[in-house]
């Protein structure tokens, strides 16, 4: 990383974690008078966008966004590659309001958390992983019915650029018992907002939205051969995806 690069670096860190306290106490105190839809839009969905914003003018992280005709008009579950933490701003700012899953502890942060648990998201206790699958199972159910898209990164974890991990069965199981498809996402924001460090470098994010896929029956066998499906699309993507990456650094000419 050059040198300008990492003083952008820098002054993108800076100003994302200041607008994260302010926006969080603000929200602590607002957000709790508003109805969800309208909290989801104050609290998340403005600030997210802000961050990948943040991320274009600062950092020079862009995006392009393909497969826009995939959306379907309902919420649904989400199934989405996970490399870095950009995709979790840029989904939570792209569909609303949308409840993910996050670890129990992040709810318990001071004002961020305070203000993170009053949007619904799906806490689980990723030490009890029978329990989290019932918790995800319960809440998922709840959060759909009630009008708002779940974001699932079925490998349970941030996975390298290059690297496939296996896909959990619980948003595809979520998503046959509620009797709704899935949304499958690859990216390589990975490879601009890498896992480990603090780097991040310039150039373009390729988003791809798959089609729809409905499961081909019920009961755990539909559960199965969903998620594979599901799995193989994506895996098909990135490889797509990263078969045509832009080199580290190198200038882009488009921007999202």
Known sequence: ???????RTFFFYLLLSSSAFVW????????????FRARYR?????????????????AGVRYEVHGLENVPAEPCVILAKHQSTWE??????????????????LLFVPFFGWAMALLKPIAIDRNN???????LAKQGDERLKQGAWVLVFPEGTR?????????????TALAVN?????????????????????????????????????????????????????HAWVEQAQREIEGQQQPLDEPVSSQA
Request: overall charge positive; glycine content about 10%.
């Open 159 to 171: 996975v390298p650029v290059g690297q496939m991990g296996k896909f959990s069965r619980g948003g």
């Open 178 to 230: 509620a009797g709704m498809p899935v949304l499958p996402i690859a990216h390589n924001a990975g490879s601009f907002w890498p896992k480990e460090g603090w780097a991040k470098y310039p150039g373009t994010i390729q988003v791809v939205i798959g089609p729809l896929m409905f499961a081909e029956g019920t009961g755990p066998r539909a559960i199965a051969e969903l998620n594979d499906r599901a």
């Open 88 to 105: 979790t701003f840029f989904l939570s700012g792209f569909f609303e309001p949308l409840s993910q899953v996050v670890k129990r502890e």
């Open 1 to 7: 990383m050059t040198t300008v690069q990492a003083i």
């Open 42 to 58: 104050f609290v998340v969905w403005r600030w997210c966008r802000f961050a990948t914003w943040l991320a274009r003018v600062v």
């Open 129 to 135: 992983p029978k329990a989290a699958l019932k918790q």
């Open 24 to 35: 969080g106490t603000l929200s602590f105190f607002v957000a709790p008078f508003l109805p």
